[in-house]
């Protein structure tokens, strides 16, 4: 069985984007992780410099759909593409944190709100008691031709079709009915990834890996990192092989057993991501030399 696991975000501000899935979303703080070079499948983007990966979710990874916040220090911001058209959650408390904290919000149909999470994600938040299960209900990615992803989706990657609406040029597709799906939607020209691409990731048996990797080449499809192990000082090895659809939107697929041991929740990782945040001086040592940070 497959499983949705995570969508990769690159964040330019990591105070800012902390508070607003805490304080806004009310997501916590799974496992943070601190890194001193690029990693080997391009978790962080094309950069080998230090970095950071904080998980935040309403639970476990094991059965919620969560985002993954990279940080490259010495990065400030990232250009955003049209790529990622955001993330539909349930919680009428988020809803209300964000009247509470000024949080600029948009409403785009009844009872339903639309805000920003720093950096320009966005996401769309139902005003309606969160769900005991994940209340993250899907991840909305653009398409330049919605037949073609559909296919790509489905009979590639072996997802279920949900729904297809040819009229507003829309599909909905999922490994599971309780799993967060995958919304593709044609934003009438090409899809531009911009420097914020992001990455959306799921789990399979570590043995069905070099099976999807043979299934891509035998259908000329693009590999962008074949099957390799992903080492986390102290934690478990991972294998992972990274793809792209049609329109070049990252996939990552991981190895289930391995997986599942490597995201526990740390109960540490609200400390480790405060004590990174604190310890990290380079918005001042950018600032004395009046200096921004790279823009991406």
Known sequence: ARRALHFVFKVGDRGRSARFYRELLGMRVLRHEEFEEGCKASCNGPYDGKWSKTMVGYGPEDDHFVAELTYNYGIGE???GNDFLGITLVSSQAVSNAKKMGWPLKEVTAGLFETEAPGGY???LKDKEQLKQDPVLKVTLGV???QKSVNYWSDLLGMKIYEKD???QRALLGYADNQCKLELKTVGGAVDHGTAFGR???SCAKEELPNIEALMKKENQKILTPLVSLDTPGKATVQVIILADPDGHEICFVGDEAFRDLSKVDPNGDKLLDDAMA???????????KMKKVSA
């Open 166 to 168: 040819e009229k507003k």
């Open 144 to 146: 330049s031709d919605l």
């Open 122 to 124: 966005k996401f769309y």
């Open 200 to 202: 959306i990731a799921f």
């Open 78 to 80: 990232y250009r955003l």
């Open 279 to 289: 310890a990290d001086n380079s918005d001042q040592w950018f600032a004395a030399r």
